[in-house]
């Protein structure tokens, strides 16, 4: 925990005039803002200190990932996932939104179907409606206490072969981590239906369990390696999403050109301080990640404990990731996300995911403002019995 960590992820850190998406939603309000996946730590020192040096240089002319960089994340890959990658399978990107939508465009032709789980992060819906694809729905059903999508479901209504699979491991909303099997029943769906596969693992990092271990798509044999593209970063890990780095890992070399050519001359080349930001983080952020899980996975439980002891409302248990998808399909009230807000809890309303009786809450903040909330939640909900 914080206080006998290295780093304190109680710092109150003021965000209000930096900004930020998240804090100035509700700028001038007493609503705590709990919405999009930022979090309010600073990022690690060893980030903070490179990019401070790379600042002090003065320069900022085009750029492009350094070598050590590409070296760094190959090795990362192979230590943490047993993932053996080649440097030139790993393409940059200014941001995974863009590789969802580059992926939609490029992994599937027109007519084609793109299925998506849903609830979903809802640029995997936006990426099937901007490429023009009909979208079909693998709806996310708890098995067994984790949210996984229904591929049985999805099934019906396939029309046709071909198309794109969209995946989100750990999945966002749910923070379910799959398991080896689920994985290998979701290559099997993927070959009968002759589907190539956009696996978006930007919450790889975040895993809450001890006992769980991240395994990506692509790893698991030959067969998912060459059907799919892999989406990581280390922006919702390291807390620098508003640097913008990103990193498509693409092994088929064809599939691999085809997301090149899809990007040419309209996704921007990746800064250069997200570059400096990412390898800071990669090389020298483990310590601090560590300790953010023994964090985070505190706020978790504590939130398991006080939102599953109040009338109305039920949390999953989270394998992953700092977000809560709270099922208020029992909250007698109209709208929980406004609910929410007038108790001054400023939730992502679940509607933006596909299922409006949910909220989602970002606990990636400090144990104050999750007590605070979690009081405020409390008082509101008990005041409707
Ligand atoms: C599953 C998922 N993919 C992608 C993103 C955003 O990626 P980026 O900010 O790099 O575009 C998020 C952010 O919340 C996310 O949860």
């Known amino acids: 925990m914080a206080d006998s960590g290295q780093f304190d992820f109680d710092k109150d850190v003021d965000r209000t005039a930096s900004c930020s998406d998240k804090w100035d939603k509700y700028k001038g309000t007493d609503i705590l803002p709990m919405w999009v996946a930022d979090s309010d ?21 085009y750029s492009h990932a350094s070598d050590s960089l590409t070296e760094i994340f190959v090795k990362r890959m192979a230590d943490r996932y047993n993932w053996h990658i080649e440097p030139e399978w790993v393409v940059y990107l200014s941001g995974l939104v863009c590789g969802l939508n580059v992926a939609a465009r490029a992994l599937s032709d027109e007519g084609q179907t793109i299925i998506s789980p849903s609830p979903i992060y809802p640029p995997f ?25 229904d591929l049985k479901e999805a099934e019906k209504q396939l029309t046709r072969k071909g198309g794109l699979l969209q995946m989100c491991n750990p999945l966002n909303p749910g923070g ?44 698991i044999n030959e067969r998912t390696a060459q059907r799919s593209v892999t ?7 390291f807390n620098i ?35 400096t930001a990412a390898e800071a983080a990669y090389k020298d952020g483990e310590a601090w ?12 439980d504590l939130l398991m404990r006080e ?7 039920k949390l999953e248990h989270i394998e992953a990731t700092y977000l809560a998808w709270i099922d208020c399909s029992e909250l007698p009230v109209d709208n929980p996300h406004r609910f929410f807000e007038e108790a001054g809890v400023g939730l992502s309303p679940g509607l933006d995911f596909g299922n409006r009786k949910f ?9 104050k403002t999750l007590d605070e909330a979690l009081r405020r939640i409390k008082v509101a909900v008990e005041g409707l019995s």
């Open 41 to 61: 730590f600073q990022s690690p020192p060893a980030v903070i200190n490179a990019l401070q040096e790379r600042v002090a240089h003065g320069v900022f002319g």
């Open 125 to 149: 819906i936006s990426s099937a409606k901007f490429a023009e694809r009909p979208l079909v729905k693998a709806p996310v059903v708890l098995r067994n206490g984790r949210w996984l999508p």
């Open 176 to 219: 379910t981590v799959y398991r080896k099997e689920e994985l290998e029943e979701t290559l099997a769906f993927a070959e009968k239906h002759d589907l190539l596969v956009c696996s978006d693992e930007i919450h790889c990092d975040l895993i809450l369990d001890g006992h769980l271990k991240h395994i990506p798509f692509a790893s």
């Open 231 to 237: 989406l990581m970063a280390p922006s919702k890990t």
């Open 241 to 275: 999403a508003g640097l913008g780095a990103s990193i498509a890992i693409i092994p088929n070399a064809k599939i691999r050109q085809r997301f090149k050519k899809v990007k040419r001359g309209i996704v921007p080349g990746v800064n250069v301080l997200a570059f």
């Open 289 to 300: 990640l560590q300790e953010q899980l023994c964090y985070l996975a505190g706020h978790r």
């Open 307 to 313: 939102i599953n002891a109040l009338p109305y409302l």
């Open 359 to 367: 909220v989602r809450l970002n606990f990636g903040c400090t144990r």
